[in-house]
């Protein structure tokens, strides 16, 4: 089985691309991560996320309509795919038994 290599912010991404389902665009990306995260979030930084998940096939990209609001400009929505979700669950499983096997001594000081 491939390597799964998905980093926290890069994860962050995926799961938020998932969440907005058909609205995920860059600001909506953006302004979800930003209230999640609570921190300023560059769109620099969300688009080269989101390039390296597409390059890994873990969202795809399509083109919307031209709209008045963007002066004619089209939006370009995300995806998540199969193998995004499966790359999640895989993350999940692994950071679960991590969790799992900490003392429970460890378990009472995080408040766990």
């Not at 491939?2 to 665009?25: C, H, P, R, S, W």
């Amino acid at each position: 089985m491939k390597k799964i290599t998905l980093g926290a912010f890069e994860e962050m991404v995926l799961l938020t691309v998932g969440v907005l389902q058909d609205n995920a665009y860059g600001v909506t990306i953006k302004t979800e991560l930003e209230a999640n995260m609570k921190k300023t979030i560059s769109l620099g930084a969300l688009y080269a996320a989101l390039q390296r998940l597409e390059e890994k096939k873990w969202v795809n990209s399509r083109v919307g309509g031209i709209t008045e609001e963007r002066g004619g400009r089209r939006k370009q929505y995300f995806d998540i795919t199969k193998e995004g979700v499966a790359a999640l669950n895989e993350v999940r499983a692994m950071r679960n038994e991590l969790f799992d096997r900490l003392p429970a001594k460890k378990v009472q000081w995080l408040n766990l």
